[in-house]
């Protein structure tokens, strides 16, 4: 229907861009999947963008993400002049952050975050396309993950396959 609306077909899109998180689980997994999928059928790019560094588009520098990881604990990933830090999960007890900050888990500190630039998937787009114009190889998106999963491998063996 998007594409309908905008007058065009598959054939004009030329990269797609994805979210690759941190967010929810099983959301990230089928949206990472479902592009690169679309990405392989159509012969095209794809490229990955996480949702911290989509928040810190277009906001002016230093500036710190702060997004709710839920169970009292944030991710953080700082954004300089020059670049970036790594994006990190971290308790949000005793978390002292100074400087401007955008995000949701910023009012969890008390603090009013910097309103964001651009819509998420508008942000994401300009990112993928500003890494796409470099013409410098893009790694395949992958979800970005900050916590290690949740479910648990089963304790009992798998049974016995007959031959």
Same mark, same amino acid.
């Not at 054939?11 to 690759?20: N, R, S």
């Not at 990955?48 to 709710?68: F, Q, S, Y």
């Given at each position: 229907?998007?594409?309908?609306?905008?007058?065009?077909?598959?054939?004009?899109?030329?990269?797609?861009?994805?979210?690759?998180?941190?967010?929810?689980?099983?959301?990230?997994?089928?949206?990472?999947?479902?592009?690169?999928?679309?990405?392989?059928?159509?012969?095209?790019?794809?490229?990955?963008?996480?949702?911290?560094?989509?928040?810190?588009?277009?906001?002016?520098?230093?500036?710190?993400?702060?997004?709710?990881?839920?169970?009292?604990?944030?991710?953080?990933?700082?954004?300089?002049?020059? @670049?970036?830090?790594?994006?990190?999960?971290?308790?949000?007890?005793?978390?002292?952050?100074? @400087?401007?900050?955008? @995000?949701?888990?910023?009012?969890?500190?008390?603090?009013?975050?910097?309103?964001?630039?651009?819509?998420?998937?508008?942000?994401?787009?300009?990112?993928?396309?500003?890494?796409?114009?470099? @013409?410098?190889?893009?790694?395949?998106?992958?979800?970005?993950?900050?916590?290690?999963?949740?479910?648990?491998?089963?304790?009992?063996?798998?049974?016995?396959?007959?031959?």
């Amino acid at each position: 229907a998007l594409l309908a609306e905008a007058a065009v077909t598959w054939a004009d899109v030329a990269l797609l861009a994805v979210g690759t998180g941190p967010g929810n689980f099983t959301g990230v997994r089928i949206s990472v999947a479902a592009v690169r999928g679309l990405a392989l059928g159509l012969g095209i790019s794809a490229i990955g963008v996480t949702r911290l560094e989509a928040l810190a588009h277009g906001l002016p520098r230093p500036l710190t993400v702060i997004e709710d990881a839920r169970r009292d604990e944030v991710y953080v990933q700082e954004f300089t002049a020059s @670049g970036s830090l790594a994006a990190q999960l971290k308790p949000l007890q005793g978390l002292d952050v100074s @400087g401007p900050v955008t @995000g949701s888990g910023a009012m969890l500190l008390g603090r009013d975050p910097l309103p964001a630039a651009r819509p998420l998937t508008v942000a994401i787009a300009e990112i993928a396309a500003a890494r796409a114009a470099t @013409g410098a190889v893009q790694p395949r998106p992958a979800p970005f993950y900050l916590r290690g999963a949740d479910a648990a491998p089963p304790a009992d063996l798998p049974p016995v396959i007959l031959p």
